[in-house]
């Protein structure tokens, strides 16, 4: 600790909390993951209390994507942990509802199984140029996640039957932006894995 930090000791538990309150939502989020699956699965999904619990959990984890970004930049603490972690909580969250909604019935695999492929495909590709740089969400990536999170959050509410349709709506709406955002990954880990042009 620095002679600064030892005379105001607020001061440094303010920076090191600031530094690590991001990176930490985030890995809050991936430790969610299997309690939510969990509440979800609970009794093939039948029981609303379970189902209730799983939204609560669901939403939460939600608000910490959030949040976790928005205070990185804030506070100028973007990392590449972050930016490589914060997109894996969001696919692992995602992906586990998908899985666990299509296992007890309520969602067709063919949706579940489009968004898989691509999130796995992007991922795939963010690994195998990470040498050259990282490739952080970008704008399509991000309102794809939004529809994602609405659609699986209207599933794994009760809701009642005439709401189906809208549930079925926003998930057909939230396949589409999966595939057609795939391309903006593609073009970014092309451009880092192409030789520098010699001049």
Do not use: C
């Amino acid at each position: 600790m620095t002679a600064g930090a030892a005379r105001h000791p607020s001061r440094h538990w303010r920076t090191a909390h600031r530094y690590h309150l991001p990176n930490a939502l985030t890995v809050l989020r991936l430790v969610a993951v299997p309690l939510f699956v969990w509440l979800l699965a609970h009794e093939g999904g039948r029981l609303t209390g379970w189902r209730l619990g799983a939204f609560a959990v669901f939403l939460a984890a939600v608000i910490t994507d959030r949040y976790d970004g928005q205070l990185a930049r804030r506070w100028d603490r973007v990392t590449d942990f972050g930016k490589i972690a914060d997109p894996i909580a969001d696919k692992a969250l995602i992906g586990g509802g998908l899985v666990v909604l299509s296992l007890i019935g309520e969602l067709t695999w063919w949706a579940t199984a489009l968004i898989l492929l691509r999130e796995g495909l992007v991922t795939l590709v963010r690994f195998l140029v990470i040498r050259r740089g990282v490739i952080p969400a970008g704008r399509g990536g991000k309102v794809k996640t939004v529809v994602q999170s609405v659609a699986v959050g209207l599933y794994v509410l009760p809701l009642p039957g005439w709401l189906h349709p809208v549930e079925a709506v926003v998930m057909i709406a939230a396949v589409v932006l999966t595939v057609v955002t795939a391309r903006e990954y593609l073009v970014a880990a092309y451009r880092l894995w192409r030789p520098a042009r010699v001049r």
